[in-house]
């Protein structure tokens, strides 16, 4: 099977200006993960679709950052403006499971993720 | 809340020996899952093996297998024969609750020739 593709694979920008990441999962996946992986963490959690509606965005800073997955296929994610502190990796992950979070008999199946520079 | 701690952020082991990679965790839910992701420099994370924290037995996957101590809340992963394919940042990760999946820091591992 294909797996979850991520463009661009690597983006540099000036603070304050925006950008968008795209993400198409798994096909059939219905739950959709956007992570923040800063140099030296691991990922962090940002927004969890189930098909096309909002599971979790308790840890997405909605001051500067939007995502939406409108027909509950592929997603994008925005941060606008950027700042320096964005610098990070933005992992997509995708899973069958339906429920709200228990993945364990449903992995999760990631992509190769976009290198953000904020410089 | 749930935290995952890696203690050591660089390992190193010769070709065909054997590492450990630890972890230990806090969670205050009786029933939670852990996992072991791999990450190469490709950057896609890729599970390695899971554990039911109700299970007693370790998880084994080839020449990855798990020392699951509940206890002590302590996860570790053990790599026999490595391979210069298994370098890469190992991640540990706890699933419980109604919570998101929670990394370590990670490990990164060299595997020397």
């Known amino acids: 099977e294909a797996g979850v593709a991520q463009s661009p694979r690597y983006k540099i920008i000036e603070k304050r200006q925006s950008v968008a990441f795209w993400c198409n999962p798994i096909?059939?996946?219905?739950?959709l993960y956007w992570y923040q992986q800063i140099l030296g963490q691991g990922p962090k959690l940002l927004i969890q679709?189930?098909?096309?509606?909002?599971?979790?965005d308790s840890q997405l800073p909605k001051d500067r950052f939007s995502a939406e997955r409108l027909k509950g296929v592929d997603s994008t994610l925005k941060i606008q403006p950027a700042k320096l502190e964005d610098s990070a990796v933005y992992l997509c992950?995708?899973?069958?499971?339906?429920?709200?979070?228990?993945?364990?008999?449903?992995?999760?199946?990631f992509g190769n993720g976009t290198r953000l520079t904020v410089t | 809340a749930q935290t995952v701690t890696q203690s050591q952020p660089e390992m190193s082991v010769q070709e065909a020996e054997t590492v450990t990679l630890s972890c230990t965790y806090d969670?205050?839910?009786?029933?939670?899952?852990l996992f072991w992701y791999k990450q190469p420099p490709s950057r896609q994370m890729i599970l390695v093996i899971r554990?039911?924290?109700?299970?007693?037995q370790n998880a084994t996957e080839n020449r990855f297998s798990v020392n699951f101590q509940k206890a002590a809340k302590s996860f570790s992963l053990k790599i026999s024969d490595s391979q210069l394919g298994d370098a890469a940042m190992y991640f540990c990760?706890?699933?419980?609750?109604?919570?998101?999946?929670?990394f370590g820091k990670g490990t990164r591992l060299s595997v020397i020739a």
């Open positions: 096909s059939g996946h219905a739950t």
């Open positions: 969670t205050s839910e009786s029933d939670y899952y």
């Open positions: 679709f189930q098909n096309n509606g909002v599971v979790d």
């Open positions: 990760a706890l699933l419980s609750g109604n919570t998101p999946l929670v």
């Open positions: 554990q039911e924290a109700y299970k007693q």
């Open positions: 992950a995708s899973s069958l499971e339906k429920g709200t979070g228990y993945t364990y008999n449903s992995p999760l199946h």
